[in-house]
């Protein structure tokens, strides 16, 4: 496809149970992006991959969420033992690197995690 | 730190008018700005940037914004609004190339 591709679009999970949220970015980017947004408020940062690595992980809330991105191109937000807490929408973007600067960040449509 | 004040969390103009979006912006270094769009069930997307060249910028849709270093604002306007610039705008800041910080964001209704 032409643009970030995140499944499910719509996640339901009850309190306590794993999740794994995908991102398919475009094809080509090596910058890969993950936020989250509550209800009623902007993206928060999550986690930044530059490649294969998390180059800045600092946004993520606590030892429970994790990602991974292992050949480069898809990526994978894991989040155990969901609170209700954790409901919210959940964005990828994906953007180029040339030299020493990443170009604009293309974002997908989200994920709308549900937390019961 | 990097972060966004956005002034207005609604703003409602009718149909013609101008639009103003206002955001005030905090940066230990010289930012990059952003305003982004987003449309119900969409993506988030671009709609101008400000990287250390001119100060007014000029986005897509007709939209602008101008980069006031002194007032350390970013404020958005069109001159005439329409109804499919009914969404929420996210103002943004970054202190580097990767991460960004949203504002709270701002929701634009368009009155017939």
């Known amino acids: 496809g032409a643009g970030v591709s995140q499944t499910p679009s719509n996640k339901v999970t009850e309190k306590g149970k794993y999740v794994e949220l995908r991102c398919d970015p475009i094809s080509g980017h090596t910058a890969l992006y993950w936020y989250r947004q509550s209800l009623g408020q902007g993206p928060e940062f999550l986690i930044y991959?530059?490649?294969?690595?998390?180059?800045?992980d600092s946004g993520l809330p606590n030892d429970r969420f994790f990602a991974v991105r292992p050949e480069g191109s898809v990526s994978t937000l894991k989040i155990q033992r969901t609170e209700r807490g954790d409901s919210a929408m959940y964005l990828c973007?994906?953007?180029?690197?040339?030299?020493?600067?990443?170009?604009?960040?293309?974002f997908g449509q989200g994920t709308r995690l549900t937390v019961v | 730190a990097q972060s966004v004040t956005q002034l207005d969390s609604h703003v409602s103009v009718s149909e013609g008018t101008p639009v103003l979006l206002r955001c005030n912006y905090s940066?230990?270094?010289?930012?990059?700005l952003f305003w982004y769009v987003q449309h119900p069930n969409k993506g988030l997307q671009l709609l101008l940037k400000?990287?250390?060249?001119?100060?007014l910028v000029k986005g897509i849709n007709g939209f602008e914004a101008e980069f006031k270093k002194s007032e350390t604002s970013f404020h958005l306007t069109k001159p005439s609004a329409h109804m499919s610039d009914a969404a929420e705008y996210f103002c943004v800041v970054s202190d580097n190339d990767y991460k960004l910080s949203f504002g709270a964001g701002t929701t634009v209704t368009v009155r017939a």
């Open positions: 400000y990287t250390s060249a001119a100060t």
């Open positions: 940066s230990s270094y010289s930012p990059s």
């Open positions: 973007a994906s953007s180029y690197r040339i030299r020493v600067m990443n170009t604009e960040a293309f």
């Open positions: 991959f530059q490649g294969t690595g998390a180059a800045d």
